[in-house]
């Protein structure tokens, strides 16, 4: 595998502006669309058919070769092909299951043999970020990044904080997080990896602006999901699901949407898949918002905007954010993962609902809260965010939309344990973010490692950093 193979592109089919893999560019400076990361394929040796994999699945050791095929990213390594393999940054991730689960499905009033759940929390960092952060980090290490940086709701914190100790010599990783908006199962993972965490006034939208500008400025690599590797790294979870499964497609993918990198991921895995002849057909995509963090759903559902072959009305997406800045609108959701008013992936998301012959729908945080419960009494349980799913589904054929002998996968994106003072509240009435916190008191550990608040404000945090801000 050689990188001549890949390169970057401008998505805007008007522009289509392609740019090397050296070049770290998020936008397109001509006309501001995302990137997607494309192959030369007839230059890579693509199996003939995805059985070609599964050699792969049992191998296990400390050759290079064998930690490549441990990784449930890298397995599939000639569908992601821009790294050398020498290049590759791996920690054993995306070794998950897909479960088939009769006794949620029953519950839900589905056929047996019809429900799976794809068990994302069990990698290495508890969420299916790892799946991005590996080909990211790879990505990084092939250009030579030593700091890297995310805005995070928590699971991207985590996982990047966990790959970036885990690089040799390690990298330098910084997470702004907002004030309040973290389950602290992610925070102390954050924490304990060494990141240096900096909390800011503000949601994670406003994060994500204010370290895409750092970034930018002081030339760290941006982890979040606009970086069009993660997406690459992300593809994987569906080549797994397929493995899973046989290689037979199901009818169903449902994801929970938030900045909706996992779904445009998805869209773009398919597409491929589909374009090499190795799939016959794409299953259909069902994403779900929280109510409270909706604009996919306001958009995609009740503003009927589509993709349009690349030429989308941007206007509807500016009225929406005009009236969203009117009323000082802040998203709120239990299921804070998915608290996003603002998601970077907008554009790739409707790409990818176009693809999938998709629909978007909105769940209550009462409905993902029940939805969580019945998941954990019947399987290994998982966050609020990735209960929205089958509390997605659920609501899906109540509308007769899916039926009850379709095969559906539910892809459930974080730990159970990543959030457990909504499983406690939930279960007990006790809300222990309004428990009075204790008096402030200085950690006195060797490696304590404390969040540091800083305002919102671009000199105020490069002064955090250790640096003066650049002309
Ligand atoms: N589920 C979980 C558990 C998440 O942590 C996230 C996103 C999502 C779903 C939504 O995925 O952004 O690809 O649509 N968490 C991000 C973070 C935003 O910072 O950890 P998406």
Same mark, same amino acid.
């Given at each position: 595998?050689?990188?001549?193979?890949?390169?970057?592109?401008?998505?805007?089919?008007?522009?289509?502006?392609?740019?090397?893999?050296?070049?770290?560019?998020?936008?397109?400076?001509?006309?501001?669309?995302?990137?997607?990361?494309?192959?030369?394929?007839?230059?890579?040796?693509?199996?003939?058919?995805?059985?070609?994999?599964?050699?792969?699945?049992?191998?296990?050791?400390?050759?290079?070769?064998?930690?490549?095929?441990?990784?449930?990213?890298?397995?599939?390594?000639?569908?992601?092909?821009?790294?050398?393999?020498?290049?590759?940054?791996?920690?054993?991730?995306?070794?998950?299951?897909?479960?088939?689960?009769?006794?949620?499905?029953?519950?839900?009033?589905?056929?047996?043999?019809?429900?799976?759940?794809?068990?994302?929390?069990?990698?290495?960092?508890?969420?299916?970020?790892?799946?991005?952060?590996?080909?990211?980090?790879?990505?990084?290490?092939?250009?030579?990044?030593?700091?890297?940086?995310?805005?995070?709701?928590?699971?991207?914190?985590?996982?990047?904080?966990?790959?970036?100790?885990?690089?040799?010599?390690?990298?330098?990783?910084?997470?702004?997080?907002?004030?309040?908006?973290?389950?602290?199962?992610?925070?102390?993972?954050?924490?304990?990896?060494?990141?240096?965490?900096?909390?800011?006034?503000?949601?994670?939208?406003?994060?994500?602006?204010?370290?895409?500008?750092?970034?930018?400025?002081?030339?760290?690599?941006?982890?979040?999901?606009?970086?069009?590797?993660?997406?690459?790294?992300?593809?994987?979870?569906?080549?797994?699901?397929?493995?899973?499964?046989?290689?037979?497609?199901?009818?169903?993918?449902?994801?929970?949407?938030?900045?909706?990198?996992?779904?445009?991921?998805?869209?773009?895995?398919?597409?491929?898949?589909?374009?090499?002849?190795?799939?016959?057909?794409?299953?259909?995509?069902?994403?779900?918002?929280?109510?409270?963090?909706?604009?996919?759903?306001?958009?995609?559902?009740?503003?009927?905007?589509?993709?349009?072959?690349?030429?989308?009305?941007?206007?509807?997406?500016?009225?929406?954010?005009?009236?969203?800045?009117?009323?000082?609108?802040?998203?709120?959701?239990?299921?804070?993962?998915?608290?996003?008013?603002?998601?970077?992936?907008?554009?790739?998301?409707?790409?990818?609902?176009?693809?999938?012959?998709?629909?978007?729908?909105?769940?209550?945080?009462?409905?993902?809260?029940?939805? =969580?419960?019945?998941? /954990?009494?019947?399987?290994?349980?998982?966050? &609020?965010?990735? @209960?929205? #799913?089958?509390? $997605?589904?659920?609501?899906?054929?109540?509308?007769?939309?899916?039926?009850?002998?379709?095969?559906?996968?539910?892809?459930?994106?974080?730990?159970?344990?990543?959030?457990?003072?909504?499983?406690? =509240?939930?279960?007990? /009435?006790?809300?222990?973010?309004?428990?009075? &916190?204790?008096? @402030?008191? #200085?950690?006195? $550990?060797?490696?304590?490692?404390?969040?540091?608040?800083?305002?919102?404000?671009?000199?105020?945090?490069?002064?955090?950093?250790?640096?003066?801000?650049?002309?």
């Amino acid at each position: 595998m050689n990188h001549e193979q890949a390169y970057q592109v401008c998505i805007n089919p008007d522009c289509r502006k392609q740019f090397g893999l050296e070049q770290i560019v998020f936008n397109c400076p001509d006309c501001g669309a995302l990137l997607d990361v494309e192959y030369c394929w007839d230059r890579v040796a693509v199996p003939k058919a995805l059985d070609f994999f599964e050699h792969r699945w049992s191998t296990k050791g400390l050759r290079a070769e064998a930690r490549l095929d441990f990784s449930g990213i890298w397995r599939f390594r000639e569908l992601l092909p821009f790294a050398p393999n020498d290049s590759i940054v791996t920690i054993g991730e995306g070794r998950t299951l897909l479960e088939e689960n009769d006794l949620l499905a029953r519950e839900i009033g589905m056929k047996p043999g019809r429900l799976f759940l794809q068990y994302e929390g069990l990698n290495p960092s508890g969420s299916f970020k790892d799946n991005g952060m590996t080909a990211a980090f790879t990505l990084a290490r092939m250009v030579g990044r030593k700091r890297i940086a995310c805005a995070s709701t928590g699971n991207t914190s985590a996982s990047m904080a966990m790959f970036a100790h885990k690089t040799d010599p390690p990298m330098q990783g910084i997470v702004f997080i907002g004030s309040g908006k973290i389950a602290y199962g992610k925070l102390s993972q954050a924490l304990d990896y060494g990141a240096l965490t900096l909390q800011i006034e503000g949601d994670f939208d406003a994060c994500l602006r204010r370290v895409r500008q750092v970034a930018d400025k002081l030339g760290i690599y941006l982890m979040n999901s606009v970086n069009p590797f993660r997406l690459e790294g992300q593809k994987a979870i569906m080549y797994r699901v397929l493995e899973a499964r046989g290689w037979e497609v199901p009818d169903w993918i449902v994801v929970p949407g938030g900045n909706l990198g996992n779904c445009s991921a998805f869209g773009k895995a398919f597409t491929e898949l589909k374009e090499l002849g190795l799939i016959k057909r794409i299953p259909r995509l069902a994403v779900i918002v929280a109510t409270g963090a909706n604009t996919l759903y306001e958009l995609f559902e009740n503003k009927n905007l589509r993709w349009n072959g690349g030429r989308y009305d941007q206007s509807k997406v500016d009225n929406l954010y005009a009236s969203m800045d009117a009323s000082h609108y802040l998203p709120h959701t239990i299921a804070s993962a998915i608290e996003i008013s603002r998601p970077v992936n907008l554009p790739k998301s409707i790409r990818a609902l176009d693809i999938m012959n998709g629909l978007v729908r909105e769940v209550s945080d009462e409905e993902i809260l029940e939805y =969580k419960a019945l998941i /954990g009494r019947y399987g290994f349980g998982c966050e &609020p965010a990735s @209960a929205a #799913t089958v509390a $997605g589904l659920h609501r899906l054929m109540e509308e007769q939309i899916i039926s009850p002998d379709e095969q559906v996968v539910c892809i459930l994106t974080g730990h159970e344990l990543k959030d457990p003072d909504a499983t406690v =509240k939930y279960h007990t /009435g006790i809300d222990m973010k309004k428990i009075t &916190p204790p008096p @402030a008191v #200085t950690p006195t $550990g060797r490696c304590s490692n404390p969040p540091k608040k800083v305002a919102d404000d671009l000199e105020a945090i490069c002064a955090a950093l250790g640096e003066t801000l650049p002309e």
